[in-house]
């Protein structure tokens, strides 16, 4: 069993930035994948990155790329999702995850309860 814990998200202008932190407990956690993603109103959910157990692997959404930065720190049980450039598009409800597959692109085992976090024009 894994828990997972979001913090960081917040109000921001559009061009700021943000950086959300997800807390994993569970005696496994460090030996598996970890994920974000998120859900604007009205529009289903979408998968904006994912890391592997080491951290050495990372794959990113199309919209996100080259904006975003996830990283872990496994001796703190700890996702990351450092958010650069941010759009009003990027508003929504951000979601950590957590499975044994790599890549996480989707159905994962384990979900957060999510941080919202809101980019004004």
């Known amino acids: 069993q894994v828990q997972l814990v979001e913090s960081g998200g917040g109000l921001v202008q559009a061009g700021g930035s943000l950086r959300l932190s997800c807390a994993a407990s569970g005696r496994t956690a460090s030996s598996y994948a970890m994920a974000w993603f998120r859900q604007a109103p009205g529009k289903e959910r979408e998968f904006v990155s994912t890391v592997n157990w080491s951290g050495e692997h990372t794959y990113y959404g199309a919209s996100v790329k080259g904006r975003f930065t996830i990283s872990r720190d496994n001796a703190k049980n700890t996702v990351y999702l450092q958010m650069n450039s941010l759009k009003p598009e990027d508003t929504a409800v951000y979601y950590c995850?957590?499975?044994?597959?790599?890549?996480?692109?989707?159905?994962?085992?384990?979900w957060g309860q999510g941080t919202q976090v809101t980019v004004s024009s």
């Open positions: 995850a957590a499975d044994a597959r790599h890549p996480l692109l989707g159905d994962p085992a384990y």
